[in-house]
């Protein structure tokens, strides 16, 4: 099968989602988004480059990733059944490489040589060092020095990949600060490097170009729901938000579908440690519009617009702001955003890790928890499909660091913990 790219809407000609988005960007920065703009615009309906995308999506990054049915996870909730889109099985273990490997594709398409990018798990930096390996490019990795601490592996991998990473020690040391960091490099380097963004955030034109190089993750589950259900769209679909590529991937292809054919959509925010006590990562829950970025977005920010730092137990949602075409979701509707607790992901991830044997990454645990507790309030016939976006290997430190395991301990608990268990342990 040919790959196509989605035609799904576009914003409007100041790059808005309803009244999100736009371009908040340097003057000099201009130039390049229409460059981007323009490429993209041709690329997508190039078959010379969708050929060779749809080639490196098959034999490189391993797609169509699997739909899988979590039988014990289904029975261990009691209602609905539960299906993982398993974005863990692609090559790098998470769906940042269909973006990256796109980019990629697009900035030697333009001419580009050098190829930044940011991080905060660590995922996105390993899937632009791949990308960049794969079609010698040099490779630039911002990521903040929290998240290296937290993602010491993946500094690994991204530096044993021919990539160099740059510590950032402002602010929080999380993603918002790498990201600040590749926005002056860019400024700085513009006519020879391209920024490969991770997220569906930033100035138009990335938040609908990394969207429909996402899209593959829905528009495989249409087809792959189909020939074990029979029917294209489950009854809920659960994915977690930081900034929100791995939702709007799964989300999109669902979202303009009339409301009575569009199943639930669900965006699992990073509660922290709680909403009501300001050390969280939930923009819609807890935040207000504001602009970071380059892109107006509900973001945690304070009565003079200054960004509160963000808190999550996973560095890859520890990002103050969530896309602009999510925000647009929530706005009119068509997806609702849930919080859910470090607590209550480290819940998740032992639960699907003990029933199923995947350890799944601390982001995508967020929507695993939300999923089984959803799944109580459905019927044994309804369906829930939890986008799985990656996995936990590159967690599993960290997480042992906040269960308090002693380094040499052969096993973590003899059972899965119960959520008041984990929040002593995490105060």
């Not at 938000?241 to 699992?268: C, E, M």
Request: charged fraction near 20%; charge should be negative.
């Amino acid at each position: 099968m040919t790959l196509t790219l989605p035609h799904y809407p576009m914003p409007d000609d100041r790059g808005r989602f309803g009244r999100f988005g736009g371009r908040y960007v340097p003057e000099t920065l201009i130039p390049a988004l229409d460059e981007l703009d323009t490429a993209y615009r041709a690329a997508k309906t190039d078959p010379a480059f969708l050929s060779e995308l749809d080639r490196l999506l098959r034999e490189f990054v391993n797609r169509p990733s699997p739909l899988y049915l979590a039988q014990r996870l289904t029975d261990h909730a009691g209602g609905a059944k539960i299906y993982l889109k398993r974005e863990d099985f692609n090559y790098t273990g998470a769906h940042k490489i269909n973006n990256c490997l796109a980019q990629a594709l697009l900035a030697v398409r333009m001419g580009k040589k050098r190829v930044i990018a940011e991080t905060g798990a660590g995922q996105h930096g390993v899937a632009s060092a791949t990308a960049a390996a794969l079609l010698g490019l040099e490779c630039v990795v911002y990521m903040g020095a929290e998240d290296i601490r937290r993602q010491s592996l993946n500094v690994f991998r991204m530096n044993l990949l021919g990539a160099e990473v740059r510590e950032v020690t402002s602010g929080t040391s999380t993603l918002k600060d790498a990201t600040n960091e590749a926005i002056r490099d860019w400024v700085t380097n513009v006519r020879d490097t391209f920024y490969i963004l991770g997220s569906v955030v930033g100035p138009h034109p990335y938040p609908a170009m990394v969207r429909d190089f996402q899209a593959i993750i829905g528009e495989e589950t249409k087809w792959q729901l189909r020939a074990v259900e029979g029917r294209e769209a489950p009854d809920a679909i659960v994915a977690c938000v930081g900034g929100g590529s791995n939702a709007i991937g799964i989300f999109a292809p669902y979202a303009y579908l009339p409301k009575d054919q569009r199943p639930r959509l669900i965006g699992t925010e990073a509660a922290g440690e709680g909403v009501e006590t300001g050390r969280h990562a939930a923009s819609v829950a807890g935040g207000r519009v504001g602009v970071l970025h380059g892109s107006m977005m509900y973001l945690m920010n304070d009565d003079e617009g200054q960004i509160v730092p963000p808190h999550s137990i996973s560095a890859g949602l520890d990002y103050p702001g969530i896309g602009p075409e999510h925000c647009h979701y929530s706005e009119t509707g068509v997806a609702e955003y849930v919080p859910v607790t470090d607590a209550q992901a480290l819940e998740g991830l032992q639960l699907l890790t003990r029933l199923e044997g995947i350890i799944p990454a601390l982001e995508s645990a967020h929507a695993i928890y939300h999923a089984v507790e959803l799944a109580r309030t459905m019927r044994p016939e309804q369906v829930i499909v939890v986008n799985l976006s990656g996995r936990g290997d590159k967690d599993v430190a960290e997480v042992a660091r906040l269960l308090d395991v002693p380094k040499d301990a052969p096993t973590v608990t003899p059972a899965i913990q119960k959520p008041a268990i984990q929040k002593e342990v995490l105060a």
